[in-house]
């Protein structure tokens, strides 16, 4: 299994994992043009799109996906608050898992400022169990047995707080900043909190432009972790498998 990096960060956010026979498209913030070159145009092999939220950022394909023929699938209230309505957008239920090709995807609520954001599990044979975790300020679940994992770390709050002490950055966007992503410290203690016995792969998402460093995040997420971490950027090709073998 391959995890491809299409886009990551506020300019839009897209995910594909692939073997020979089928892909998952994780988020579709991106033009669709990049998806479709992504999947060298055959989206006949794609096996549904999943997507955590409204936000364009993560939601800006989905009725082109649709058009191609590309079940696309995430909460009601994420479809209602696009107003999107038609037989290839498919609802999905919290905590209830749903077969989509071969993958196996478990929804969990998050909280960030939409109307009904998830969280995902991700089940398959050759990459196991993957943790896909974006905007959300915290994650009140832990898990057992993952392989894999996909976790933003959007922010770290000593960057922010010094912008924003210098007149950088206005405190209006600052608090909201901290009640709908990730900081790189809420990272650590998510990853903390969890059992990473069996995980291979750790990959920073979402990093700002303006509020992350990128040297520094993955160096302190390798120190608590004893990982191998990737920060995720535009093009990114990495091994998904269950084990690093």
Do not use: W
């Not at 090709?101 to 998830?118: I, R, S, T, Y």
């Amino acid at each position: 299994m391959e995890l491809k990096v299409i886009g990551t960060g506020s300019k839009g956010n897209c995910y594909i994992l692939e073997n020979n026979e089928e892909a998952l498209i994780i988020e579709c913030g991106v033009n669709v043009q990049a998806i479709k070159q992504a999947i060298n145009f055959n989206s006949s092999k794609v096996a549904g799109c999943i997507v955590s939220h409204e936000h364009m950022d993560h939601a800006k394909s989905i009725n082109e996906l649709t058009k191609l023929g590309i079940n696309v699938y995430s909460s009601n209230g994420t479809f209602k608050a696009l107003q999107i309505n038609n037989h290839r957008a498919i609802p999905m239920q919290n905590k209830i898992a749903l077969a989509i090709g071969n993958f196996k995807v478990m929804p969990f609520d998050v909280q960030h400022d939409a109307a009904e954001p998830f969280g995902f599990i991700i089940k398959h044979k050759e990459c196991g169990n993957l943790l896909f975790l974006t905007d959300t300020f915290y994650c009140a679940y832990t898990f057992n047995n993952i392989n894999n994992i996909l976790i933003e770390a959007n922010y770290s709050k000593k960057i922010i707080d010094a912008k924003m002490n210098a007149g950088a950055s206005p405190e209006f966007l600052r608090n909201r900043i901290l009640k709908s992503h990730m900081s790189l410290e809420n990272c650590l203690t998510t990853l903390s909190a969890n059992d990473l016995s069996k995980v291979n792969n750790i990959v920073l998402i979402h990093l700002s432009d303006s509020n992350s460093d990128e040297i520094a995040f993955k160096a302190a997420v390798e120190n608590t972790t004893g990982k191998t971490v990737t920060v995720a950027s535009n093009g990114t090709s990495i091994n998904f498998n269950k084990t690093p073998f």
